[in-house]
Each structure stands twice: as C-alpha cells, then as structure tokens.
C-alpha cells in the first residue's frame, strides 16, 4: 500500500487559493491519486482524481509531477464553506486493490 | 436514485452484545466497502467487496463478519461488541474500474 503524507491542517481566509500538497514516495506504476473532501458528520466526497500532469474539474485542479511522488490538490478562492478535511489517497482501487485513507488535512477558512 | 443508504444512524450497544449494520446501494456499483472512522481519525478501511460472492479483509478486520449475497447489500456484523469498536461506520461503493467512491451518511456506534 502506498503511504501518504498531509501537513495535519492548513488556514485560509476567504477568497484565497489554498494549496494542499501530499508526499507519496512508494507510489506504483498503476496508482492513481484522488483526493476527497470530508465536512463533519458526514461521508467523504470524492473531489478529483489524476495520473500524471494537470486534472482540472469546476472545484480543483490537481498537479502532479513527473516523477508522481507527491500531488497538490488547488483549491481556487476558498470560501467558509471549504473548511473541512482533505484526504489524499493513492492506490488502483478501480482494479479492486485495497487502499487506505490517511490521517487527511484539516483546512480552516476563516472569514 | 437513494445513493447509499444506511441503517441505522445510532445505536447504542452492551459490550458482548451483536448487531448488523445494514447497507445498500441502487447504482448497479459492483464495489461495496466498510470503513470505520474514529473521533479526529481518518477511514480505516475494515471489509470491502468486489462483487456478489467475493469479499476481502481490509485493514482493520478482526471483530466484523461480512457477507455479499446479492449486487445491493453489503451488511457488517460485529459479532460481539467491545468498547473499542466505538466509532462511525461508513459505507461506500464504487463501478468496477473506477476509483470514485459513494459513500453512505454514516452509523454512529457506541458500545458501552
């Protein structure tokens, strides 16, 4: 399994681009990285999901390098409603291969 | 669509007592999934499944039992409740193929 590092929370104010980057230095050849956000009592979100260089959708663009040992999820002008945690997953989950949430990042917008 | 349902959203449950927790899906998802999610944690996955028939430990197995008769449910039993299975259950399911996952609100457990 592919172990993920998240800095354990992040702060914002409104309006800003927060940029939250994951470390995934055992990352194989098939792994994707998706990314899913969480607000509290509830179930995670899926947010996005990428391979290799730039993936963009209406609410973030994910960058990943070359060389796909790390991966910044971009949120673009953050509002209240952002706050929540972030978890960053690497894995082949579509092929049925197990893989694991880690501890995820908590972002605080503050106004 | 309902998405993914789950029943029920508390209990409350003796130590050594059992219960299943039920879930279900209306996607036609071939992948179903257990986690777990304890106070300021993240998801442990516990079971997970790839279709009728088949199902595989994840991390954190010992203590649940599952089974996936059919391409709609995925139930978790605990089959004797200990205070450290306190927590948030959730499940989720996913297309074959695909790594987006639905997850369902959530059952809060407590054992006592």
């Known amino acids: 399994l592919a172990k993920t590092t998240q800095p354990i929370s992040m702060d914002s104010y409104e309006g800003q681009e927060v940029n939250i980057t994951c470390s995934h230095n055992?990352?194989?050849?098939?792994?994707?990285i998706t990314w899913y956000q969480q607000f509290p009592s509830q179930g995670p979100r899926f947010i996005i999901q990428?391979?290799?260089?730039?993936v963009t959708n209406e609410v973030a663009s994910l960058f990943i390098p070359a060389d796909r040992k790390s991966s910044t999820l971009s949120l673009p002008r953050v509002s209240l409603s952002d706050t929540a945690v972030y978890y960053c997953?690497?894995?082949?989950w579509g092929a049925g291969n197990m893989l694991t949430f880690g501890g995820g990042t908590r972002l605080m917008v503050k106004p | 669509n309902a998405g993914v349902t789950q029943t029920p959203k508390f209990q409350v449950l003796k130590t050594g007592q059992s219960m299943t927790l039920q879930c279900a899906q209306d996607m036609n998802h071939e992948y179903m999934s257990w986690y777990r999610q304890d106070p300021g944690m993240g998801l442990r996955l516990i079971h997970y499944?790839?279709?009728?028939?088949?199902?595989d430990q994840g991390e954190v197995p010992n203590g649940y039992n599952v089974s996936r008769s059919t391409t709609e449910d995925f139930p978790l039993r605990l089959l004797s409740a200990a205070p450290s299975q306190t927590s948030v259950y959730f499940c989720?399911?996913?297309?074959?193929?695909?790594?987006?996952?639905?997850f369902g609100p959530g059952t809060r457990l407590t054992v006592t």
């Open positions: 055992n990352i194989a050849t098939n792994d994707y």
């Open positions: 997953l690497v894995g082949d």
């Open positions: 990428g391979y290799k260089t730039k």
């Open positions: 989720a399911s996913s297309s074959q193929g695909l790594d987006e996952q639905y």
């Open positions: 499944s790839v279709g009728a028939g088949i199902t």
